[in-house]
């Protein structure tokens, strides 16, 4: 098994380019996840705004890399059919470890006009990510899903 993870995190680590400490490890590996996603679009000619809550799932695997706390997010998952990964850290966006209590860790990731928040529990092996992101003031989005961690 260990074996596999190194394997694992030095596929993530050449993958993706980024420096990560020699003893940083895959602290959780999630997904796939479920749930809802609220969408708010702003017709351009200033009509009514329309909105709706839909039920949405993400086929993407979230791998949480780090040591005592969590250094980076990586999503790994196939768009048309060809892989691709991307992380936090490729965005210059910063893993804020806003609690950490046992087992239990929030995460919160600015992407600019994108937010993300994310609540590991790595004891009971769940995940939920929250994350509202905005288009240009025309389309608003929320995301709440969850799912389970290995």
Known sequence: MR??????LGLVLVTVGRVIPAEAGVIASCGPM?????YQSFPLDGGAA???WDRGSLDTVMIFLGTDKVQDVVLKGQLNG???TRSASDYGAP????????????LLIPWGPHTELYALDTGKKTLSLVS????LDVLKVVHAFVGTCE
């Not at 479920?34 to 609220?38: K, L, M």
């Open 95 to 106: 893993v804020i470890e806003v609690f950490k209590r046992g087992t239990v860790r929030h």
């Open 50 to 52: 329309k909105a709706s």
């Open 82 to 84: 060809k892989d691709w």
């Open 3 to 8: 074996s596999v993870l190194a394997g694992l």
């Open 34 to 38: 479920e749930g809802y996603s609220h």
């Open 132 to 135: 509202q992101k905005e288009h």
